[in-house]
């Protein structure tokens, strides 16, 4: 007999009895409100197809590198968890996967993985026992059954989900052709494209000659000479803007940032081109594109989004044996006030540019980070990010960030999530996590009781709608409410 | 109708019950004691001339980067603000910069500003309702009209505030004329000098050659000379130490120390005066000098305070419109464990010698400044400084810092500001951040309440008069209840 | 009259009354449970021989450099504390040595030394008044008569201390003959060693030359040749296998590894034997030898510790006055994720192979340690080190590393220390800081109490002898109650 999921109504607030009053009053103000995911990695072919999504381990495990990394780091092999490696998927049973999983569910206490999955489980599943190995197969079986059933298709759950807008993220070299039939499908969904260029910008990536082919393609530009690149990156954006984006989104090791003279430029670009690149090379021309982005931001308007600091397949044998993205991504030491140095003196000033900074590294939130957003008008501080993405690490964010940068250059939470299903729960624990910040703040005689309540509601919603400037919806967009009504 | 300004006595003290009932009872000890603010930035000439201040916006606003760096980092220009440019002081009516102000006054939610700014119209001006759009007449008005009077004068405000000692900050080729016309006033307060000679050794700041020019001025020596240039700061620092002072300061990039032979340092010295400047000479230089102070400090005993790690005027187009020090120095990574040990091989087992630290990177606080002071005799802490002035800030100070260092290397607050009226606000969240975390030291048994009660006392007011020997006022100061008596 | 030493009940725990209940029961269930201690630095002949301990000076204060660190920060002489100099031990007086340290003894307020001197007067000692200068000698003379009794041995304190597994720390060049007359004396305790081979693989210690010297005479082999000096190791670690070690232990300046060929290493060994020694080839050597130990354990089994970031001997005054390990030890920044892939890459997703890893840069937990821990399977995480042995400190290593790496991939608690009476005092504060964090857990309703309950038993003993391979006791070892039946 499994114990009883109590996933408690009051969870994630502090036990004090006056903070946690207050908590629970700033939370009921925004737990209804409608979700904004303005920075995600869910595929959108679910949302263009809509067809139903296959069996437990096939969407809530075998996809998911913050589950499988912990149960590898316990000596659990990838194959039993139906992971796939560079010779396909592993032919493992996925009941046999899912059992392994719901053996090793103690693993996750006290991370956050155990809190979204008890969100799924008990808030879209409806399950009313901890997951355990005993009750493993009345799990898979309850959630395979319920994902046939079209309450369960990616559209249905968008709408249950109450999901406003939600972004999904895409290379230039890549067709935006989901979107287009999101569009053209008359559902009315809020999805939306970014911008992310990495691809073709990082010649240390072993993707890069590929994406460059695709590139040529998608932009009908010549990509290997230095003025038709950039067209092509601008014509690559508008394409992108006419999807519906309103941000573009930079992954690179470092935050470095260069502003090379034109001249300059070209001559780094064509020696790349031509095969001649060293690691210095690499990130001066990387450095230099956050740059060329920002000058092309001028125009378009695209938000920025700068994420440095991973060292990504960190492990060797991993990365030969199954490929990128399995959970071996490290954070490293990151600097941003000589690496931003270059783009702010050009442009740090303009009012036409707006870039969200992200870390993995939390020395910079009070050090550097804070410190630049209060006080360049062109920067913002995007919330605490992966890792980072916690009940802890959020509470860390807002007091090492707030005394120096406030709330208001700060947008909001992102999800970040490819898993689709996981994202109510992400953004419940952003709001219960604020709400709990700023009760504190209230029951310390830190803040007006009146100022924490437009805090949240600026926290959950007004801020990402605003900082991603997404407050107007596309003719073809349609609220859920319209939707549901249609139907 | 503005919300009522209920600043509440129980401000920063936890909210669980026996934790707040504690500092309650600790900070009761301190709040009324004197104020010792051995670190500031406040203008002598305030207190020599004791002219009325102008008005609520040249007094509280356009002057303090605190409040405009953040109203700038939202895209409000600082012309708006009357914030001086280098082509002077802009010709905006200062009633309209105060408006635009308290329309932007919810910026500062969640920010020590918000505490300090709440205590100043609260209890220095009587406001009972929140600054905002809709009363910032009023306030701009009854502010100004209040400044017109005698009890807003400098110094009946110093005596009001219980200001027992505050020490400004000049260099070694500034005149002390101020100071000397306070001590010869016949007032009494207690307003003494720091000696900060920055300008005169770092050969990269661009005021440098017109420092040296006032500095052979004021020292009559040939500041060009090794050996005099050497005998220039040994005479000042005596005329400082006339003037009150007890204490150097030095605000270098870096931590770096040297011990280089006479001859070595005299080549550097030549090398650099001639104009042979490099980072690399100019960096080594100033680490030498930290090293020349302490030596001298072992005759004249000043107290040395060394502050590293900010990247000063870092927004270039601003330096270039507005000058220095407009909101746009930001901190960087620090190190001290390398940069200090050529000095303390030298002098660090010295008794003759004190050395207070100062950080703006929060993570040498347990790493490098609390295992340092915890061990070398002389070297103490400096309290939690400039954007780490928070009660957030404080607070990482003492669970980071205390169980290493113990409280007793620490040398109570400094408020370091140049903000005379916030001073009091200042101290007044010392004491109570202080005392919360005593508090909570007692509530979960980690200290028994009389060490409590001696603690808060030592680190508000023994601990600091100690450290920056203060012991004894000089025959001109006169506590304020004897001015008060006198008048 | 001195103050009623009130060691509470409830000390180290949340004063809100809900947490604070959930404290109390989780910590019940361990308060009790024997000791594990895998880690540490007591010294063998002190079980070997069971000789008492001499007086309260001798035992207690001067031979921890916690207790003198800080009484020398503020100035007090190592002499008057009776601490041991080149010159040898000073005939200062030990009840005058007790004196000194009694009447500074309120330098320690906040302090974990505050928390464990407190348990060893009011547990070990039964003393029922804090230590202040009016009762100094009462406690010097009541410690010292204790130490006098046979209950007060080595081997009864063991067993009243209910320590299931005691682990010392010798190098490979030195005899075990005290751990050979433990086992052979019948009594049963469990105290193994663990292999620190650090003295002969930094060819920077001054030690070395000496250290080889005994190294080629415990191991037979010609230790200056690279094949037999490997074969001297793996000849050394099976004697201390022999002797019950199941650890490697290796504290290096930085956590560099490398993975030369073979050809390379023994080049490089060479140019080290002949003396051609920089800082460059030193340290590739250290950190070639990591690697080199992890290759042995794949066979023998020995768990790697790795604790890197220590600056030792910072005090060069002191250094050459006292000798080394005089409490100047100051940690420094500490890099991880490129210093461990050249050892990662070799041998990072090995099942043969466990490395626990320690810093000294709290930093490190959230952005390196945690995520490595939680990805790879042969890392682990060790507890919070040495100046971060402390309340603070370890909640900060569990709100820092579990929302990443699980609690699953640390490994319970360190001692870590030389002051065998306080290893139940460092114990009970650990059970305690455990108990207040997964309370909180539970009272957030992040946890439910089941899994905090399983928890708090796996943190506090069965992942320790799961992560030390401590399963299986020997058979000349037996459990305390056997012993006390036995006599």
Redesign the interface.
Known sequence: MA?PL???E???????P??RSYARGLYALVKDLPIISPHGHTDPSWFATNAPFQDATDLLLAPDHYLF??L????VSLDALKVRSKAGVPDTDPREAWRVFASHF???????S??WLNHVFSQVFGFTE?LEASNADDYFDRITAALATDAFRPRALFDRFNIETLATTEGPHESLQHHAAIRESGWGGHVITAYRPDAVIDFEDERSPRAFERFAETSGQDVYSWKSYLEAHRLRRQAFIDAGATSSDHGHPTAATADLSDVEAEALFNSLVKGDVTPEKAELFRAQMLTEMAKMSLDDGLVMQIHPGS?RN?????LNSHGRDK???????T?Y??AL?PL??RL??D?RLSIILFT????TY???L????????V?KLGPSWW??D????MMRFR??V????????TVGFNDDTRAFLSIPARHDVARRVDSAFLA??V??????L??AE??IVDLTYNLPKKAYKLDQRPDWARPATLRAAAE
């Open positions: 114990r109590s996933f408690h009051d969870r994630l607030f502090p036990s004090d006056a903070t990394r912990m590898y780091s316990q000596g103690y693993l996750f206490r006290g991370t956050p155990w809190v901890f060292h960190h492990n060797v044998g991993l959970g071996a991504d490290i954070p490293m030491r600097e006030v000589d140095k702010l003196t740090g000033n009012p993995l590294d939390e020395t009070s050090r550097e804070a410190p630049l957003a209060g006080h360049y008008p920067l890792f980072h916690s009940p802890e690490g007091e090492q707030t005394e120096t940068a406030g709330f208001y250059n504190r703040m029951a310390e005689h830190r803040m007006d009146v100022e437009e805090l």
